[in-house]
């Protein structure tokens, strides 16, 4: 039987049939489309009261609730606004949708794809950032896989919020970030108006019950003695702790350990002594010099 080439033409592979949505796939994209419009509507029509919007700022930064959780502080990885403070600056801000979402988990590779977001639903200013995630931990200098789901999904929220603490960072206004982070220094420092000795000896106590870490290491670190700390060492230090609380670094790494000249020097004594090496008498030249040299066939 012959196929002729109208029938031919008439053949589509089944490939490349697209397959139909389902009533609940076009349901979904339906109101997702909805949600989106609807949020920009309101966002137009309820817009931000900037000046009760830096006033708040102001009196949250003030408090030490929030100045103390409002930087992070990593050795040899930086420093600065914690996810705390930029979740807060978003609230007092207004109109500001943020997020993170996991969009695909690969056990057999184990990598896991995240995009974290921040939307200006007022301004239509949007911030986002996709990006693999290996499942894996960095303990002792070395990576680790991770296997158990519930590590997965806490090491996968954990460099989501840093990187949806750099996406709002981007929508807001510099100035007010800027603003922000000054008064909540100036809070840490002043303490909640407690005496500088009280809180000094406070921080010792609480890095030696919490840590194990001795004011011996905290002055190693600051270089300075404990009676010259100054307010500014204090704050320094209360970021330190929350970090260390919130497991974003380690003591090893905040308080590494300090080897002095006098212990190298016991270490050295402590090691057995190397065999000496054979010694080899000292040549006589003048012994050498009364020795007839004879060339070969000379005869004696």
């Not at 993170?100 to 184990?110: A, F, I, S, W, Y």
């Not at 960072?169 to 420092?189: G, K, M, Y």
């Not at 010259?228 to 209360?238: N, Y």
Request: aromatic share 6%.
């Amino acid at each position: 039987m012959s196929t002729s080439p109208r029938a031919v033409e008439r053949v589509t592979p089944a490939a490349a049939i697209p397959a139909p949505a389902t009533q609940t796939t076009a349901v979904e994209q339906a109101r997702a489309v909805a949600e989106v419009a609807a949020a920009v509507q309101v966002a137009q029509q309820n817009p931000r009261d900037m000046g009760r919007a830096w006033e708040e700022m102001k009196a949250a930064c003030g408090r030490s609730g929030l100045a103390s959780r409002a930087f992070y502080s990593v050795r040899n990885r930086g420093n600065g606004p914690s996810v705390h403070l930029a979740r807060e600056l978003a609230r007092i801000w207004g109109n500001v949708d943020y997020g993170v979402h996991e969009l695909h988990r690969d056990d057999v590779r184990g990598m896991s794809e995240i995009r974290a977001y921040a939307w200006d639903q007022q301004t239509n200013v949007r911030s986002s950032r996709t990006f693999q995630v290996p499942h894996q931990r960095m303990a002792g200098g070395e990576r680790r896989p991770l296997t158990d789901l519930q590590d997965v999904y806490l090491n996968n929220q954990n460099i989501g919020a840093r990187a949806v603490r750099e996406a709002i960072f981007t929508v807001l206004p510099a100035d007010f970030v800027a603003e922000a982070q000054d008064r909540c220094r100036q809070t840490v420092e002043r303490g909640g108006g407690k005496p500088l000795v009280d809180r000094i000896a406070e921080m010792a106590a609480g890095f030696k019950g919490s840590f194990g870490v001795t004011v011996q290491q905290i002055e190693t670190r600051l270089g300075r003695k404990k009676g010259q700390w100054t307010a500014a060492d204090v704050a320094e230090l209360g970021v330190v702790f929350q970090s260390l609380r919130r497991g974003e670094t380690s003591v090893d790494e905040e308080f590494p350990v300090q080897v002095t000249g006098d212990e190298i020097a016991a270490q050295a004594a402590a090691r057995p002594a190397a065999p000496a090496e054979p010694t080899v008498p000292p040549v006589d030249q003048a012994a050498w010099d009364d020795v007839e040299v004879r060339q070969p066939g000379s005869g004696s």
